[in-house]
């Protein structure tokens, strides 16, 4: 089994990205048009570089005390960085680029920096304690701008960009109640032992294994005996890289530039303390997340942006049983936790089963699991008799005030007014996205991002979708799908270099155009397949694919 992280690069919140810079992006890709590097982006955004940030950013205090600004300016977190890097920076093209992309954004530099403010001081400590390149304390930024909530199309998610499968491997426990690739602590370690493994499988090249971190080690190792069986270079520079891959290495080593000599620059970083402000808390077993905040003096949406991992209203009842909370109010938590009583740490609702009930049906009502009910109830299988009671953990608050679970999230992506008529579908047995796509004309990455989940992602049946048609005439869409000019379309004749896994209903599916009119253009039969490196010409109506 193949395990990766799938790249993610973009860095922007939002609608924002940062123009990759390559050398070999104008022959992968040609589109005749003044602003050609903003379109050749947007066309060909793959779905695993294209990161989300579905929460909103939270101003909190992390320090009961106000400090002088000049005391925090000289015990920040920055000398203690600036003084450990040791990365080679050399004044390539690349890195040129995307160093001049930053130093122009200095306010997206401050964002990120505040996101990281909580979590900096740890991952620095970790670091060190793992005797590790500090510049790893940077790779956040590059993969996901230091947001935990930030989840890919390629289905990689949490801070550090895990996929499920490579989370698993380094550690990182996933079910309905937790997902560890979001928890700060489990992530930060599973990317350590990731990087360390990594680091040693090229012999210590940091170059490489942070490429691989990006595309797999796979794909580098064939690259690097690609470049040796032509008697050329194998460093990092020198090999033959997806594109994303090729700009992810140069994004760590620009802001590392950065940090080590901001003044040349003209740039003031945002100043965060070298202390550590927060402190993980062991709350012995499951908890409300509601009532844990109240004990912590806390918002709701406060205490779950520092604690991510967890799906729902509650921490996981088989853990991990911790949270993490500013260092200030830990023994204000704690001398409230132990006042608590065992069933005082969740809220408890008596059910009366009904003729027709099952467990599932219950556990579906009040938002909890089978397992949980059974273990609550000593219940023993499946078995349950109506006319009798059940005890029912349930949230303490109404489900809308967990503003940032799993459900929340999602409703909230599903409620975001997009341009078009409003349409929701429920997944019914063989349903897909591709599938559901053709029914409604529309694009089945567009379904997967209106859901807030990735386009590979399993559909579960029953699941509710929200699809927004556009409000065209049907002859209006077939013009626009055969490449025809329409009203407000943008069209543009690109041609596509085919990657491996393509086949003519992905790339139909990504440009938005019918598998017979990429035969036509190129004059070739579906029955055949595409070979890596071959040239498509497509035209593609830009208005419908950014």
Same mark, same amino acid.
């Given at each position: /089994?193949?395990?990766?992280?799938?790249?993610?690069?973009?860095?922007?919140?939002?609608?924002?990205?940062?123009?990759?810079?390559?050398?070999?992006?104008?022959?992968?890709?040609?589109?005749?048009?003044?602003?050609?590097?903003?379109?050749?982006?947007?066309?060909?955004?793959?779905?695993?570089?294209?990161?989300?940030?579905?929460?909103?950013?939270?101003?909190?205090?992390?320090?009961?005390?106000?400090?002088?600004?000049?005391?925090?300016?000289?015990?920040?977190?920055?000398?203690?960085?600036?003084?450990?890097?040791?990365?080679?920076?050399?004044?390539?093209?690349?890195?040129?680029?995307?160093?001049?992309?930053?130093?122009?954004?200095?306010?997206?530099?401050?964002?990120?920096?505040?996101?990281?403010?909580?979590?900096?001081?740890?991952?620095?400590?970790?670091?060190?304690?793992?005797? /590790?390149?500090?510049?790893?304390?940077?790779?956040?930024?590059?993969?996901?701008?230091?947001?935990?909530?930030?989840?890919?199309?390629?289905?990689?998610?949490? /801070?550090?960009?895990?996929?499920?499968?490579?989370?698993?491997?380094?550690?990182?426990?996933?079910?309905?109640?937790?997902?560890?690739?979001?928890?700060?602590?489990?992530?930060?370690?599973?990317?350590?032992?990731?990087?360390?493994?990594?680091?040693?499988?090229?012999?210590?090249?940091? /170059?490489?294994?942070?490429?691989?971190?990006?595309?797999?080690?796979?794909?580098?190792?064939?690259?690097?005996?690609?470049?040796?069986?032509?008697?050329?270079?194998?460093?990092?520079?020198?090999?033959?890289?997806?594109?994303?891959?090729?700009?992810?290495?140069?994004?760590?080593?620009?802001?590392?530039?950065?940090?080590?000599?901001?003044?040349?620059?003209?740039?003031?970083?945002?100043?965060?303390?070298?202390?550590?402000?927060?402190?993980?808390?062991?709350?012995?077993?499951?908890?409300?997340?509601?009532?844990?905040?109240?004990?912590?003096?806390?918002?709701?949406?406060?205490?779950?942006?520092?604690?991510?991992?967890?799906?729902?209203?509650?921490?996981?009842? +088989?853990?991990?049983?911790?949270?993490?909370?500013?260092?200030?109010?830990?023994?204000?938590?704690?001398?409230?936790?132990?006042?608590?009583?065992?069933?005082?740490?969740?809220?408890?609702?008596?059910?009366?089963?009904?003729?027709?009930?099952?467990?599932?049906?219950?556990?579906?009502?009040?938002?909890?699991?089978?397992?949980?009910?059974?273990?609550?109830?000593?219940?023993?299988?499946?078995?349950?008799?109506?006319?009798?009671?059940?005890?029912?953990?349930?949230?303490?608050?109404?489900?809308?005030?967990?503003?940032?679970?799993?459900?929340?999230?999602?409703?909230?992506?599903?409620?975001?007014?997009?341009?078009?008529?409003?349409?929701?579908?429920?997944?019914?047995?063989?349903?897909?996205?591709?599938?559901?796509?053709?029914?409604?004309?529309?694009?089945?990455?567009?379904?997967?991002?209106?859901?807030?989940?990735?386009?590979?992602?399993?559909?579960?049946?029953?699941?509710?979708?929200?699809?927004?048609?556009?409000?065209?005439?049907?002859?209006?869409?077939?013009?626009?799908?055969?490449?025809?000019?329409?009203?407000?379309?943008?069209?543009?004749?690109?041609?596509?270099?085919?990657?491996?896994? +393509?086949?003519?209903?992905?790339?139909?599916?990504?440009?938005?155009?019918?598998?017979? +009119?990429?035969?036509?253009?190129?004059?070739?039969?579906?029955?055949?397949?595409?070979?890596?490196?071959?040239?498509?010409?497509?035209?593609?109506?830009?208005?419908?694919?950014?």
């Amino acid at each position: /089994m193949k395990y990766l992280l799938l790249p993610v690069v973009v860095l922007l919140s939002g609608c924002q990205s940062l123009p990759q810079s390559d050398d070999n992006s104008v022959a992968d890709t040609h589109i005749q048009t003044a602003n050609s590097v903003e379109i050749n982006q947007a066309l060909l955004a793959d779905e695993s570089i294209d990161v989300i940030h579905p929460i909103a950013d939270i101003d909190f205090s992390l320090n009961n005390t106000l400090k002088d600004q000049k005391a925090i300016d000289e015990n920040n977190i920055w000398p203690r960085i600036r003084s450990q890097i040791t990365f080679d920076i050399p004044e390539h093209k690349r890195l040129v680029s995307q160093r001049n992309w930053y130093v122009k954004h200095p306010s997206y530099l401050k964002r990120v920096a505040k996101r990281a403010e909580p979590f900096l001081h740890y991952i620095v400590e970790e670091l060190e304690k793992n005797d /590790m390149p500090i510049e790893l304390a940077l790779l956040p930024i590059v993969e996901s701008a230091f947001d935990p909530f930030a989840y890919s199309h390629g289905r990689a998610s949490g /801070m550090w960009q895990f996929v499920p499968g490579t989370g698993e491997r380094f550690g990182m426990k996933q079910n309905w109640w937790y997902d560890g690739r979001r928890d700060v602590v489990a992530s930060t370690e599973g990317a350590i032992k990731y990087l360390k493994y990594l680091n040693k499988y090229f012999d210590g090249d940091w /170059m490489l294994a942070l490429a691989a971190y990006n595309s797999g080690e796979g794909r580098v190792s064939r690259a690097v005996k690609k470049n040796k069986k032509l008697g050329k270079p194998t460093d990092f520079w020198s090999l033959d890289l997806p594109r994303e891959t090729r700009a992810y290495v140069p994004k760590l080593l620009a802001l590392a530039d950065i940090i080590k000599r901001p003044e040349d620059f003209n740039l003031s970083l945002y100043s965060i303390d070298n202390k550590s402000v927060l402190t993980q808390v062991d709350i012995k077993s499951q908890l409300d997340l509601a009532k844990a905040a109240t004990l912590a003096g806390l918002s709701l949406a406060e205490l779950q942006r520092l604690n991510p991992g967890f799906n729902r209203w509650a921490t996981d009842p +088989d853990g991990p049983h911790r949270l993490l909370l500013p260092s200030h109010s830990v023994e204000k938590f704690e001398l409230g936790l132990n006042k608590l009583s065992k069933k005082d740490r969740l809220a408890w609702q008596r059910y009366k089963i009904k003729n027709g009930d099952n467990l599932g049906l219950i556990a579906n009502k009040f938002n909890t699991r089978v397992d949980l009910i059974q273990q609550v109830n000593n219940i023993d299988g499946n078995q349950i008799r109506a006319g009798k009671h059940l005890l029912i953990p349930v949230a303490a608050k109404s489900l809308d005030s967990y503003v940032f679970s799993q459900e929340q999230r999602i409703a909230k992506k599903q409620s975001r007014p997009q341009k078009g008529r409003k349409v929701v579908h429920t997944v019914k047995s063989g349903d897909n996205l591709w599938d559901i796509g053709r029914k409604y004309k529309v694009n089945s990455k567009s379904i997967a991002k209106w859901n807030g989940f990735a386009p590979r992602d399993t559909l579960k049946l029953g699941q509710t979708l929200v699809i927004w048609q556009k409000e065209t005439s049907k002859s209006s869409y077939a013009n626009n799908r055969t490449g025809n000019k329409v009203e407000n379309a943008i069209m543009r004749n690109i041609t596509y270099k085919v990657r491996r896994g +393509d086949s003519f209903a992905r790339i139909a599916d990504k440009f938005n155009v019918r598998i017979s +009119d990429i035969e036509r253009w190129n004059n070739l039969d579906r029955k055949k397949y595409l070979q890596p490196g071959q040239r498509l010409k497509l035209a593609v109506d830009v208005t419908n694919n950014i």
